[in-house]
């Protein structure tokens, strides 16, 4: 992704176009992007589900909404407040409207047998036919899901000793101890190739260390969410069905509960697996997961792809979660919402490899930093 970006940006173009460029980029380099657009002087147009993003980068935004296009002068949180503004103007509009109809309605009723006032009669009726009738707001559908509490787990949940990783000559691990205790939220930080990913693939048993050993908890249950966990859903099954056949015991009003929790409402629960875009089938996999909580959550980049209602829903419901996580993310309203603890792979440069443990949340380790990530000094 960063090869593909440098290689736009090197052509130095008057108009950028841009669908989604944040996803998959560390955030070390969507501080870069951010530095880099703010001195862009060229036009952009861009998607995004990162707030933080277009809340430094753009200056306008365009909403598309079932054929109507309303556009907004502000960043993100501006256009928010604004659209909230218009929607409540619209409700009371409507209902002074729908006042005046009625009224006029009456009138119209009760005199339309009336020959003295037939003119008049008539003259509010062609008056009616021309106003143009203003539409209640769209409804936008904000649907909470509270997840079950999970199984309580012991005290330990994972504790690596003497761990030691390396890809060819390239030293990733090199006697790494690490313990996780119950209820603690880890954000694992670090440059891409810290081996973050590395790190939850060899606590969630999908990679083995070359040496030392990691140990899980008792009462332990775990759910891994990585890009991989989109290959066990089945092409041939609607969501609704994938949700049946993972939960057989469970009543199909639950199950289109927590479909709706993720955007999956409609005609969209009833979507062929086989047609949804990665990110409907990332909101897929995560409702698989969390239906039934487990106590110990490894979730490596949780939201690429994820659009904001979706990932807002997200951190309010793993907020009240009370097992244990661990994660890597570089969306700073996941890191900000969720993490009680840092673990910082790489250092500074990103190639000083000494883990440094932080014991605070991912607010407080940007303050000890004075930046949003190792390696960025802003």
Same mark, same amino acid.
């Given at each position: 992704?960063?090869?593909?970006?440098?290689? #736009?940006?090197?052509?130095?173009?008057? #108009?950028? $176009?841009? @669908?989604? &460029?944040?996803? +998959?980029?560390? =955030?070390?380099?969507?501080?870069?992007?951010?530095?880099?657009?703010?001195?862009?002087?060229? !036009?952009?147009?861009? *998607?995004?589900?990162?707030?933080?993003?277009?809340?430094?980068?753009?200056?306008?935004?365009?909403?598309?909404?079932?054929?109507?296009?309303?556009?907004?002068?502000?960043?993100?949180?501006?256009?928010?407040?604004?659209?909230? =503004?218009?929607?409540?103007?619209?409700?009371?509009?409507?209902?002074?409207?729908?006042?005046?109809?009625?009224?006029?309605?009456?009138?119209?009723?009760?005199?339309?047998?009336?020959?003295?006032?037939?003119?008049? #009669?008539?003259?509010?009726?062609?008056?009616?036919?021309?106003?143009?009738?203003?539409?209640?707001?769209?409804?936008?559908?904000?649907?909470?899901?509270?997840?079950?509490?999970?199984?309580?787990?012991? @005290?330990?949940?994972?504790?690596?000793?003497?761990?030691?990783?390396?890809?060819?000559?390239?030293? =990733?691990?090199?006697?790494?101890?690490?313990?996780?205790?119950?209820?603690?939220?880890? /954000?694992?930080?670090?440059?891409?190739?810290?081996?973050?990913?590395?790190? $939850?693939?060899? =606590?969630?048993?999908?990679?083995?260390?070359?040496?030392?050993? #990691?140990?899980?908890?008792?009462?332990?249950?775990?759910?891994?969410?990585?890009?991989? /966990?989109?290959?066990?859903?089945?092409?041939? $099954? *609607?969501? *609704?069905?994938?949700?049946?056949?993972?939960? &057989?015991?469970?009543?199909?009003?639950?199950?289109?509960?927590?479909?709706? /929790?993720?955007?999956?409402?409609?005609?969209?629960?009833?979507?062929?697996?086989?047609?949804?875009?990665?990110?409907?089938?990332?909101?897929?996999?995560?409702?698989?997961?969390?239906? %039934?909580?487990?106590?110990?959550?490894?979730? @490596?980049?949780?939201?690429?792809?994820?659009?904001?209602?979706?990932?807002?829903?997200?951190?309010?419901?793993?907020? @009240?979660?009370?097992?244990?996580?661990?994660?890597?993310?570089?969306?700073?309203?996941?890191?900000?919402?969720? /993490? !009680? +603890?840092?673990?910082?792979?790489?250092?500074?440069?990103?190639?000083?490899?000494?883990?440094?443990?932080? &014991?605070?949340?991912?607010?407080?380790?940007?303050?000890?930093?004075? %930046?949003?990530?190792?390696?960025?000094?802003?």
């Amino acid at each position: 992704m960063r090869v593909a970006l440098a290689r #736009v940006l090197l052509g130095r173009p008057d #108009v950028l $176009l841009m @669908d989604e &460029p944040t996803n +998959h980029l560390d =955030i070390e380099s969507i501080v870069w992007l951010e530095q880099f657009l703010k001195e862009y002087k060229g !036009s952009l147009l861009m *998607t995004s589900h990162d707030r933080e993003f277009m809340n430094r980068i753009v200056s306008k935004i365009l909403e598309i909404d079932e054929g109507d296009v309303i556009t907004y002068s502000g960043n993100y949180d501006f256009y928010e407040r604004e659209r909230a =503004i218009r929607e409540k103007n619209q409700q009371a509009a409507f209902g002074r409207q729908q006042a005046m109809l009625e009224k006029e309605q009456r009138f119209i009723e009760r005199f339309k047998t009336h020959a003295a006032k037939a003119a008049q #009669v008539q003259s509010r009726i062609k008056a009616l036919d021309k106003i143009e009738k203003i539409e209640l707001p769209k409804k936008r559908q904000v649907v909470k899901f509270d997840f079950r509490v999970p199984p309580r787990s012991g @005290d330990l949940v994972a504790v690596m000793e003497d761990l030691h990783k390396a890809y060819g000559q390239r030293v =990733i691990y090199n006697g790494f101890n690490f313990t996780i205790r119950r209820g603690e939220r880890w /954000a694992v930080m670090g440059r891409n190739g810290a081996g973050k990913s590395t790190l $939850l693939k060899m =606590i969630a048993g999908a990679s083995e260390p070359d040496r030392g050993i #990691v140990k899980l908890g008792a009462s332990l249950t775990m759910g891994y969410f990585a890009q991989q /966990a989109l290959d066990i859903l089945n092409p041939d $099954l *609607t969501v *609704t069905e994938q949700l049946q056949n993972d939960f &057989p015991k469970d009543a199909i009003g639950s199950l289109r509960t927590l479909a709706g /929790a993720f955007q999956f409402s409609g005609e969209e629960a009833d979507k062929k697996i086989r047609s949804l875009s990665g990110g409907e089938k990332s909101r897929l996999a995560m409702a698989r997961m969390l239906y %039934h909580p487990p106590n110990f959550l490894v979730l @490596d980049e949780p939201t690429n792809h994820l659009d904001l209602a979706t990932k807002e829903m997200l951190v309010e419901a793993l907020k @009240d979660f009370e097992g244990t996580m661990i994660f890597v993310s570089h969306d700073r309203m996941f890191l900000r919402g969720l /993490a !009680s +603890h840092v673990l910082e792979l790489g250092g500074e440069s990103g190639t000083d490899r000494e883990p440094r443990l932080y &014991p605070g949340s991912y607010i407080e380790y940007v303050e000890a930093l004075g %930046h949003e990530a190792p390696g960025i000094h802003t």
